[in-house]
């Protein structure tokens, strides 16, 4: 069973600080991993894709991969109260265009 | 724009009834997915197919089918809708140029079944 574990949360951090989220994963053949942001009452969003061992980053927002410890990040610098939402990992199968997700981390922004 | 829709976007429907809900997109993408959403599980893959005529089993498959007869649609039906298929749906594709494996989301369908 491929599964994608991550801290349901509620992770509080106030405003201008950074928000550092986790998600490990049970497939050591996945390959590709990603990181949706849901509003509440909205459908997941994607915030990256991360292919590669390292950091990637997006203007706030970096990714990190670390295959050998099948562990995934995602930081959000100077969090705003637009980012509260909540947050999922998903990673693919080896040689398979299905996504496992993880249940989500939500996270607030104290202005 | 290339988007993903979902229609309706809110049902009610009875025990027992066949329901049926729609997915179109435009972005010609081969794969399209249909997930649950439900509080304490997340997302959980209900039907996928990887084109016209495939269709297959996910990891919520019971009492649910999908039909591919071409490349933007891939409705769901519930044959005999039951309170416990009370969810909100989403349908996602994937298969652009480059990124074969992102997923993009339509706006989901929330379903009451009484």
Same mark, same amino acid.
């Given at each position: &069973?491929?599964?994608?574990? &991550?801290?349901?949360?509620? !992770?509080?951090?106030?405003?201008?600080?950074?928000?550092?989220?986790? =998600?490990?994963?049970?497939?050591?053949?996945? *390959?590709?991993?990603?990181?949706?942001? +849901?509003?509440?009452?909205?459908?997941?969003?994607?915030?990256?894709?991360?292919?590669?061992?390292?950091?990637?980053?997006?203007?706030?927002?970096?990714?990190?991969?670390?295959?050998?410890? +099948? %562990?995934?990040?995602?930081?959000?610098? #100077?969090?705003? $109260?637009? #980012?509260?939402?909540?947050?999922? =990992?998903?990673?693919?199968?080896?040689?398979?265009?299905?996504?496992?997700?993880?249940?989500?981390?939500?996270?607030?922004?104290? $202005? | 724009?290339?988007?993903?829709?979902?229609?309706?976007?809110?049902?009610?429907?009875?025990?027992?009834?066949?329901?049926?809900?729609? =997915? @179109?997109?435009?972005?010609?993408?081969?794969?399209?997915?249909?997930?649950? +959403?439900? !509080?304490?599980?997340?997302?959980?893959?209900? @039907?996928?197919?990887?084109?016209? *005529?495939?269709?297959?089993?996910?990891?919520?498959? #019971?009492? %649910?089918?999908?039909?591919?007869?071409?490349?933007? #649609?891939?409705?769901?039906?519930?044959?005999?809708?039951?309170?416990? *298929?009370?969810?909100?749906?989403? =349908?996602?594709?994937?298969?652009? +140029?480059?990124?074969?494996?992102? *997923?993009?989301?339509? $706006?989901?369908?929330?379903?009451?079944?009484?």
């Amino acid at each position: &069973q491929k599964e994608v574990e &991550q801290n349901s949360g509620p !992770l509080s951090v106030p405003e201008g600080a950074i928000a550092s989220l986790n =998600c490990t994963y049970s497939d050591r053949g996945s *390959q590709s991993f990603f990181w949706y942001r +849901q509003y509440s009452g909205k459908s997941p969003e994607l915030i990256m894709s991360i292919y590669s061992n390292g950091d990637k980053e997006d203007g706030r927002f970096t990714a990190q991969l670390n295959k050998a410890s +099948q %562990y995934v990040s995602l930081l959000i610098r #100077d969090s705003q $109260p637009s #980012d509260s939402a909540t947050y999922l =990992c998903a990673a693919s199968g080896a040689g398979s265009y299905q996504l496992t997700f993880g249940k989500g981390t939500k996270l607030s922004v104290i $202005p | 724009d290339a988007e993903i829709t979902q229609s309706p976007r809110h049902k009610i429907t009875e025990t027992g009834r066949q329901v049926t809900l729609a =997915c @179109h997109q435009t972005w010609n993408h081969n794969n399209m997915f249909w997930y649950r +959403q439900d !509080l304490g599980h997340g997302l959980r893959l209900i @039907h996928y197919s990887y084109g016209v *005529q495939d269709t297959n089993k996910g990891e919520v498959s #019971d009492g %649910y089918s999908v039909s591919r007869s071409n490349t933007e #649609d891939l409705p769901l039906t519930l044959e005999s809708a039951a309170s416990s *298929q009370t969810s909100v749906y989403f =349908c996602a594709s994937s298969g652009g +140029q480059g990124n074969t494996d992102t *997923q993009y989301f339509g $706006p989901g369908t929330r379903l009451t079944v009484l």
